[in-house]
């Protein structure tokens, strides 16, 4: 996910009591379900939670109008009514599924006893009113690698060529393939943009402000507005998308034009910066852009609201696209593996990691891989950790003091620091 599990479940056990335990149940349950639903149950907790510091939060509360919002806030200068939703291109994936036909092409050159890597894939596309990749659509997507590209890749294995080439250009499909079995150990490819917001309406952004505005929040009554969060998509990317895009404040506009039931929207993008630190690095932050009608009174008294909420969300440790990958799978994200520090008679690991390491579930010359099979199937150089801990074992010194160093809420894990100790007589010679 975009925030780290500690944090998520720190602001879960700060909302237990004011949701109480059957709700929060319920997105524990939904947070614990690999889907793309975790997403939207993340952003719940946080807004909730954020949110519940500064005013008085009711949860589900129903209204006159007998709809029950997620959200019902007040404090001393303001009130309103919200719904939170999350908003993802996981539809578009599923009508462009580029990354299976890459799965599928590598499954295939796995069989075929290829070497991994030296794959790329390249796909053309139709432009109607919106970006279609030309591919068969998901459901046959396999038939279609079995019955065409594997027959093909099989032939020039046999003819015994350097470099594996398959066009394929007809109604069907729009792909090129290269295969160089002695190239780079990594693949690569390229696709025409498809989830750009090309159309002001039809986007999946348009959509999950849509489903929430011809809800219950129709009749709310009130400052009504609608809170989204990033699941992973395009039309919350950067303001300036590029020609024929729309932005999502113009996306926003329209959805207001359309809905006067709803007073405001405020969208919770998940941006990516470059740090101004020696080296830089990048990071992602979460950019707020709240969107009104021109001129209403109410936007400096909620703008404030919301800059106190945003202030007290987590720092993300990963991008949208990243945390909505992680969130279709099982298992957990990988903490400090394979990073180490080392300095005169101290060796710093990774809790997580030593404990794995302790188990039998992986090595330190794994690399703090998260797929320890693939890792092992092309084997990188020893790890500078089991390197150290050589060196000690054969300078005869055994830990002295190992303790925790706990890492933060925005961290997922610990670390572990062995201190050495003097020579030890009970693993060196006497002297």
């Known amino acids: 996910m975009i925030f780290a599990r500690r944090s998520i479940q720190r602001r879960l056990d700060g909302i237990r009591e004011l949701l ?10 939904r947070l614990n379900n690999p889907g793309r639903d ?48 999350c908003v993802s291109d996981e539809g578009l994936h599923e009508r462009n599924p580029y990354e299976e036909l890459v799965r599928l092409i590598n499954e295939v050159k796995s069989k075929l006893r290829l070497p991994a890597g030296g794959l790329d894939v390249r796909v053309a596309a139709r432009r109607d009113v919106r970006t279609t990749l030309r591919l068969p659509p998901r459901k046959r997507l396999q038939e279609f690698v079995q019955k065409e590209i594997r027959p093909l890749i099989k032939e020039q294995m046999d003819a015994g060529v350097s470099q594996i080439r398959i066009m394929i250009d007809d109604d069907r499909a729009g792909i090129e393939i290269t295969i160089d079995p002695a190239g780079s150990a990594f693949s690569s490819g390229s696709f025409p943009p498809y989830d750009a917001p090309t159309d002001l309406v039809s986007n999946p952004l348009y959509n999950a402000m849509k489903a929430k505005a011809s809800g219950q929040l129709r009749e709310a009554g009130g400052l009504t507005g609608i809170i989204v969060g990033d699941g992973d998509s395009a ?36 941006r990516e910066g470059v740090a101004a630190t020696v080296p830089p690095h990048s990071h992602s932050y979460v950019h707020p852009i709240l969107v009104m009608r021109q001129g209403d009174g109410r936007r400096n008294d909620l703008a404030a609201v919301i800059r106190r909420m945003v202030q007290e969300f987590p720092t993300p440790t990963n991008s949208a696209a990243n945390g909505a990958r992680r969130a279709t799978e099982s298992g957990y994200d990988l903490g400090y593996h394979g990073g180490y520090e080392m300095s005169g008679d101290r060796i710093r690991v990774s809790a997580r990691e030593l404990m794995e390491v302790l188990a039998g579930i992986r090595t330190f010359d794994d690399g703090g891989a998260l797929n320890v099979e ?3 199937g092309n084997p990188g150089p020893q790890s500078e950790i089991t390197k150290a801990f050589l060196r000690a074992l054969k300078k005869g010194r055994l830990p002295s003091n190992v303790s925790v160093v706990p890492g933060g809420d925005d961290e997922n894990d610990n670390w572990i620091e062995f201190e050495l100790g003097e020579r030890d ?3 060196c010679p006497f002297r």
Do not use: N
Not at 21 to 28: G, P, R, S, W, Y
Not at 241 to 269: M, T, V, W
């Open 425 to 427: 007589p009970a693993i």
């Open 38 to 85: 975790r997403m939207a149950a993340m952003w719940e907790v946080v807004v909730f939670c954020a949110l519940a510091k500064y005013g008085d939060l009711r949860h589900e509360e129903a209204l006159a109008s007998g709809s029950k919002p997620d959200i019902l806030y007040e404090d001393g200068s303001i009130r309103f009514i919200a719904d939170v939703t």
């Open 235 to 270: 039309a919350l990317g950067d303001d300036r998308i590029g020609l024929g895009a729309y932005s999502p404040k113009q996306i926003a506009d329209e959805l207001l034009r359309q809905y006067s039931s709803i007073d405001f929207i405020l969208l919770l993008a998940v």
């Open 20 to 29: 109480g335990e059957k709700e929060i149940a319920k997105l524990v349950r």
């Open 374 to 376: 693939a890792a092992r």
